[in-house]
């Protein structure tokens, strides 16, 4: 996976200040996610940066700080600025796709690139560094608005990581491979609960700062969000939470199941329910229904199983029905308020045509007025000649 910050120099210019000397800047180019900014930096910025992550790290960044030439500037030299900028575009690259993160977790980085106090750091890979995710927990949350849809992608990316692994779960045919899988898909909740923790956090600090001023920043306007993107955000937190919990039932339920997959001797037969089993929940069913009709759907017969409810006990099976239940609720609201908007929208157009046809009748009354004032001077025009 490309790394969320995507750092390049790739213009030089050179700068000529009134008192000093002229010297040569640097353009980086950072694109993220959702937004592209650019910055303007000195060789000097760089070995002050490079100084501040040495002190706060105590080691090296992957990559060289090109060194200081003492016998030639770059300014008037192509070859040099051109070697020069390649070092530095290597250097900063090497800190953003670096495996660790200890550098770009540093404040002296964020300060670098001009970024948010409350931005968050991410790895290569995009997800979030152990040592930010603490220290945002702990702190004010995600207060800047894009950060926080960056943040709730990788919760999204959590989620579906942890059905795959539950799916996983279900599919393992020994008792290790689906305790692994099923201690892969709780860490990957509590990595979503996280997550949601500090979406909420943040999503608490950004409200604040919506209804105060704007504290500038690189941020600027956008930190400021209106009340129904907030309630969006609130839902969608919402829905996520209700996910987690929803998976984190399931997950206990398998678990349950596997326990209770244990002989009379005490020694455990497997954790995947054998066709017997399955069978034996359902004896006596047939027979009772022999006489019934066997075409359709027979009331207390057996249901095809599906994914979802293949090895779940009688709680998962509950747990996973009032999931979907929820969901379907979710969905049900979700369509009243699309009918209820285009309910609104419509009303709208019927009042916004109801003023066109009352503007197009005064139109054809002054044409009317018009036509008759012609048609008196065409007259008049004939008596003349």
């Known amino acids: 996976?490309?790394?969320?910050?995507?750092?390049?120099?790739?213009?030089?210019?050179?700068?000529?200040?009134?008192?000093?000397?002229?010297?040569?800047?640097?353009?980086?180019?950072?694109?993220?996610?959702?937004?592209?900014?650019?910055?303007?930096?000195?060789?000097?910025?760089?070995?002050?940066?490079?100084?501040?992550?040495?002190?706060?790290?105590?080691?090296?960044?992957?990559?060289?700080?090109?060194?200081?030439?003492?016998?030639?500037?770059?300014?008037?030299?192509?070859?040099?600025?051109?070697?020069?900028?390649?070092?530095?575009?290597?250097?900063?690259?090497?800190?953003?796709?670096?495996?660790?993160?200890?550098?770009?977790?540093?404040?002296?980085?964020?300060?670098?690139?001009?970024?948010?106090?409350?931005?968050?750091?991410?790895?290569?890979?995009?997800?979030?560094?152990?040592?930010?995710?603490?220290?945002?927990?702990?702190?004010?949350?995600?207060?800047?608005?894009?950060?926080?849809?960056?943040?709730?992608?990788?919760?999204?990316?959590?989620?579906?990581?942890?059905?795959?692994?539950?799916?996983?779960?279900?599919?393992?045919?020994?008792?290790?491979?689906?305790?692994?899988?099923?201690?892969?898909?709780?860490?990957?909740?509590?990595?979503?609960?996280?997550?949601?923790?500090?979406?909420?956090?943040?999503?608490?600090?950004?409200?604040?700062?919506?209804?105060?001023?704007?504290?500038g920043g690189w941020g600027g306007s956008s930190k400021k969000l209106g009340q129904g993107e907030i309630r969006r955000r609130r839902d969608l937190v919402g829905a996520a939470r209700k996910e987690v919990e929803g998976l984190e039932g399931v997950l206990k339920s398998l678990g349950a199941a596997a326990r209770g997959g244990v002989a009379g001797g005490g020694v455990r037969t497997g954790a995947v329910a054998s066709a017997s089993d399955a069978a034996a929940l359902w004896q006596g069913t047939s027979a009772a229904g022999a006489g019934a009709k066997t075409s359709g759907r027979v009331l207390g017969g057996p249901v095809k199983e599906t994914e979802r409810t293949r090895e779940l006990d009688n709680g998962g099976v509950l747990v996973l029905q009032r999931q979907v239940m929820e969901e379907q609720e979710e969905d049900v609201l979700s369509l009243g308020k699309t009918v209820a908007k285009m309910r609104e929208m419509g009303i709208l157009i019927n009042e916004e045509l109801t003023v066109q046809n009352e503007m197009l009748g005064l139109v054809e009354q002054d044409v009317e007025r018009h036509q008759g004032k012609l048609d008196v001077a065409k007259r008049r025009i004939g008596k003349i000649s």
């Open 1 to 215: 996976m490309a790394p969320a910050l995507q750092i390049s120099i790739p213009t030089t210019s050179t700068s000529t200040p009134p008192d000093s000397k002229p010297y040569t800047q640097y353009h980086l180019s950072l694109q993220l996610p959702l937004r592209a900014h650019k910055l303007q930096k000195r060789y000097t910025d760089f070995t002050t940066l490079h100084a501040a992550l040495l002190a706060q790290t105590g080691a090296a960044p992957p990559a060289p700080l090109p060194p200081k030439s003492w016998l030639r500037r770059t300014v008037g030299n192509a070859a040099l600025t051109e070697e020069r900028r390649q070092g530095l575009e290597k250097y900063a690259r090497g800190i953003v796709e670096a495996e660790d993160g200890r550098w770009r977790s540093c404040a002296a980085w964020r300060a670098f690139l001009n970024l948010p106090a409350g931005t968050s750091t991410l790895n290569a890979n995009g997800s979030l560094s152990a040592t930010n995710s603490t220290t945002t927990a702990s702190g004010a949350g995600i207060s800047d608005p894009t950060q926080w849809l960056e943040v709730h992608r990788q919760l999204k990316q959590h989620l579906q990581t942890a059905r795959q692994q539950l799916k996983q779960r279900e599919q393992a045919s020994t008792a290790q491979a689906q305790h692994a899988r099923a201690s892969e898909a709780k860490a990957s909740l509590v990595r979503a609960a996280t997550c949601i923790a500090q979406l909420e956090d943040g999503l608490r600090a950004i409200a604040t700062a919506s209804q105060g001023d704007d504290d």
